[in-house]
């Protein structure tokens, strides 16, 4: 049974960082995506950045780009999100999400696991 679990999430003042953790279990992601979006109160699940399996090749949402790093370790499972210069508005649920196949897409449909979301909260 495949398991996506999202840790690292937290409290942090505007200006501040943040890592969060996915960590995969129960197949191996090692040449598929992974990606990270989130989900504000009352607004949808958007996207936030994805990394592709082989070649780590990236791409980021506009609104984070230049702040969010993501990045994965396969010998380990993990996919990270490291998040700097954090704002109000990056206050969300963050999802992990894997898609076994190769491919860069910031649909949330091409992904076929998804982990439960961390709570991230940035105060002003």
């Known amino acids: 049974q495949v398991q996506l679990v999202e840790s690292g999430g937290g409290l942090v003042q505007a200006g501040g960082s943040l890592r969060l953790s996915c960590v995969a279990s129960?197949?191996?992601?090692?040449?598929?995506?992974m990606a990270w979006f989130r989900q504000a109160p009352g607004k949808e699940r958007e996207f936030v950045a994805t990394?592709?399996?082989?070649?780590?090749?990236?791409y980021y949402a506009d609104s984070v780009k230049g702040r969010f790093t993501i990045s994965r370790d396969n010998a380990k499972s993990t996919v990270y999100l490291q998040m700097d210069s954090l704002r109000p508005e990056d206050t969300a649920v963050y999802f992990c999400?894997?898609?076994?196949?190769?491919?860069?897409?910031?649909?949330?449909?091409?992904?076929?696991?998804w982990g439960r979301g961390t709570q991230v909260t940035v105060s002003s």
């Open positions: 999400a894997a898609r076994y196949y190769p491919g860069l897409y910031y649909q949330a449909h091409y992904y076929d696991y």
């Open positions: 990394i592709s399996g082989v070649l780590s090749t990236t």
């Open positions: 129960g197949r191996t992601f090692s040449s598929g995506t």
